[in-house]
């Protein structure tokens, strides 16, 4: 496979409604779109996940941008066997890489190497059995009660089973407490985002006589270590998400016995080379695994649908409608949850086509390179 075009689209996406965390608020989404074409005249997208600023990793969009206006014009005519080569010759040519710029070059070229194939991305990347249909689940921001609750009810009527919930130590315990107490059945998870400290054991202690089926990420600027004592004293789940961003993150974590469980995202851990090299990781230590999302567009949502049809995740994922977030989506079918189910796409590479007169409409910047 040899790439003789690369475009790329700087993308504006205003939300529907605000999305608050224990770390930001958000009410707009940039993100940036790759579009890879072969000599053949095979296309193939991937999306760099990155935020503005540096409050979920330390990589941003605009450095993961201008690393990648640095590396795009370098691949033009180069041969690959593999979408996975890439991420050696970065290594190889470049002394600091950046993990969702380079993941989403790597889905990118994936989704391009699939569609030559005919095949899903799926059949390339595992050969064992997948799910037809997920369940999705609804993650829902750091709202008063009263909306909380209302908006629990209406995503039940939707069909949704599973919710998690952004908290933080002022009030995450009454919350979770509350929706539990009207919902006792509910599959029921909370993220705080790194927000607790060591003067909050005791909400911590609290939270663990909920019956969460795990908690994301509960502390403040906590090592490995300390998770590992966290874990030592809940009966809940430890689920780590932003520690884990590199195989040598997840080695530790379970040599630690830090964890139970891992919230996989494709661009945090550097592409899906690495996401499979962690899923194969985790099942020999025995570690749940599910796969989260990261409020991005369909072109990056699609393929952790797809990660998720793997049958031994643990929980469903973070995985809703397209519309749950922007007016439109970007590819075609969108994403529609449906008595609480994703029905996968089944054609070749990522199985949806993008519809490029969206990218056009929402990008706030083009760049186009050709050999």
């Known amino acids: 496979m040899q790439i003789v075009k690369i475009e790329a689209f700087h993308l504006h996406l205003p939300f529907k409604f605000s999305f608050k965390t224990s770390q930001a608020l958000l009410n707009e989404r940039e993100t940036l779109v790759l579009k890879v074409t072969d000599e053949e005249g095979y296309s193939g997208y991937g999306e760099v996940v990155a935020f503005k600023e540096p409050f979920y990793t330390q990589e941003t969009l605009p450095q993961a941008k201008e690393f990648l206006l640095q590396v795009l014009p370098q691949l033009l005519g180069k041969e690959l066997h593999h979408p996975f080569e890439i991420h050696s010759w970065i290594d190889s040519v470049h002394t600091k890489t950046y993990p969702m710029a380079q993941a989403g070059l790597e889905n990118a070229l994936l989704d ?8 899903g991305i799926m059949e390339v990347l595992f050969q064992e059995e997948t799910e037809d249909r997920i369940y999705g689940g609804m993650v829902l921001g750091d709202l008063n009660l009263p909306n909380l609750l209302e908006r629990i009810e209406e995503y039940l009527q939707e069909g949704y089973r599973r ?161 749950c977030y922007f007016p439109m989506d970007v590819i075609r079918p969108e994403i529609v949850v449906e008595n609480g189910l994703i029905q996968v796409p089944k054609g070749p590479g990522l199985g949806v086509e993008v519809d490029e007169e969206v990218l056009r409409y929402y990008a706030m910047d083009y760049r186009v390179f050709c050999s």
Request: aromatic share 6%; glycine share 8%.
């Open 112 to 119: 391009t190497y699939a569609r030559r194939q005919q095949k």
């Open 163 to 323: 919710f998690k919930i952004k908290i933080k130590p002022e009030d995450g315990y009454l919350k979770l407490k509350a929706v539990r107490e009207k919902y006792p059945d509910l599959m029921l998870l909370a993220d705080a985002n790194g927000s607790f400290k060591g003067e909050h054991l005791s909400e911590l202690r609290k939270i663990d006589e909920l019956g969460l089926l795990c908690l994301e990420e509960p502390l403040e600027d906590g090592d490995l270590a300390s998770y590992q004592s966290l874990q030592a004293l809940m009966k809940t789940p430890i689920c780590l998400d932003e520690k884990i961003q590199t195989l040598g993150d997840l080695h530790k974590a379970i040599a630690l016995n830090a964890c139970q469980v891992v919230n996989l995202k494709i661009g945090r851990v550097g592409g899906l080379a690495y996401a499979k090299e962690m899923i194969e990781l985790c099942r020999k230590h025995k570690i749940h695994y599910w796969i989260g999302s990261m409020l991005e567009t369909g072109i990056s949502k699609i393929l952790h649908v797809h990660l998720a049809t793997l049958k031994d995740n643990y929980i469903p994922g973070d995985l809703s409608s397209s519309s």
